[in-house]
């Protein structure tokens, strides 16, 4: 099985940075595209970022484009990034996900493997 753990959720205020980390560890696990996902109460699943599982490829949504980063610190490991610029409306549960393709998709479907969703919430 393919295990993710994510750190980083918690409370920041408005206008505050925030980073995201996800790791992966599995004994069959080799590298996979990786991608954020949030979920607001009363809202579907989001896709937010995603990096290729060379690195070479990212995605962002719209609503964080030149907000948030993705990069990648091995074939494992995934960080989103955010400086100076949390709103309110990021408040969620980010699920680190990953999936056996070769480019970043933004459908959920495409992803195997979930982590177990932290909290972020932001202030005002």
């Known amino acids: 099985q393919v295990q993710l753990v994510e750190v980083g959720g918690g409370l920041v205020q408005a206008g505050g940075s925030l980073r995201l980390s996800c790791a992966a560890s599995g004994r069959t696990f080799v590298t996979y595209t990786m991608a954020w996902f949030r979920q607001a109460p009363g809202k579907e699943r989001e896709f937010v970022s995603g990096i290729s599982w060379s690195g070479a490829n990212t995605n962002y949504a719209d609503s964080v484009k030149c907000r948030f980063t993705i990069s990648r610190v091995n074939a494992k490991n995934t960080v989103s990034r955010q400086k100076d610029s949390l709103r309110p409306e990021d408040t969620a549960v980010y699920y680190c996900?990953?999936?056996?393709?070769?480019?970043?998709?933004?459908?959920?479907?495409?992803?195997?493997?979930w982590g177990q969703g932290p909290q972020v919430t932001v202030s005002t």
């Open positions: 996900e990953a999936a056996d393709v070769r480019n970043v998709y933004e459908m959920a479907q495409y992803y195997d493997y």
